[in-house]
């Protein structure tokens, strides 16, 4: 069964706490995404990677950092850095790294909560 | 900076009606406009796709338009059902193709 998942669904980080998200993809694609959601507001992108020990940063990369490791999974640190992080978290992928008219594939997000 | 604009906001329409969401882009070199589909709590799931090579295309009751001269392009539901009650993104990505500029959502709610 092919796809993205996102770990936690829910989490939840004290004053000062790191925190990393998870997102593992099988679907053998090149290139991976991390967005930010707020209530009511459209996707801002964080980081992508199109290739493995890549990744370049997108329109609110502070406070957060990211790794490639390994192809399928681009795990998202967000760090005490980022003063708001309350927010749904959103992991996509595309199969190729670049190219015209591939589309991004979403995961089911992670809920993140400042206690 | 490279935009999209969507509208309107939201949108209520009555079972059985039609629900038509416009976006409009400034960026000449966008050629992907594809249109996601997001409930409550879930990630954003693509419903339907074009290319600036044709000015329509449909699939099932839904239905993309495209103008490439006034860079416009519209989703339209035809026969919304209280199924469909969702958040509407569309989307537009340049020939290079590595990111996606989203529109801000249109929140639409079919009443039963």
Redesign the interface.
């Known amino acids: 069964d092919g796809g993205i998942t996102q770990s936690p669904k829910y989490l939840f980080r004290k004053e000062g706490q790191n925190v990393t998200l998870s997102c593992e993809q099988n679907l053998n694609h090149d290139a991976m995404y991390w967005y930010r959601q707020d209530p009511g507001q459209g996707l801002r992108l964080i980081y992508y990677s199109q290739i493995v020990n890549d990744f370049q940063k997108g329109d609110i990369a502070e406070g957060y950092s990211v790794s490639r490791e390994k192809k399928e999974s681009f795990p998202l640190t967000v760090t005490s850095a980022q003063k708001n992080p309350t927010a749904f978290y959103l992991c996509a992928s595309r199969r190729g790294a670049s190219g015209r008219g591939e589309t991004q594939y979403f995961g089911p997000g992670t809920r993140l909560l400042v206690l | 900076q490279q935009q999209v604009k969507?509208s309107p906001q939201s949108l209520i329409v009555q079972k059985g009606g039609i629900s038509i969401i416009n976006c409009a882009y400034e960026n000449t070199a966008f050629?992907?406009f594809?249109w996601?589909q997001q409930f409550p709590?879930?990630?954003?799931?693509?419903l339907i796709?074009i290319?600036p090579d044709v000015s329509e295309k449909k699939e099932g009751r839904f239905t993309i338009s495209f103008n490439k001269s006034a860079k416009q392009f519209s989703l339209h539901i035809m026969d919304s059902q209280p199924g469909d009650s969702a958040t509407y993104?569309c989307a537009a990505?340049g020939?290079?193709?590595?990111?996606?500029t989203?529109?801000?959502?249109t929140?639409l709610t079919v009443n039963p």
Not at chain 2, 41 to 46: E, F, I, N, S, V
């Open positions: 969507q050629d992907y594809p996601y709590g879930k990630g954003p799931a693509l796709a290319r993104f990505s020939t290079s193709g590595s990111r996606l989203f529109g801000e959502g929140q």
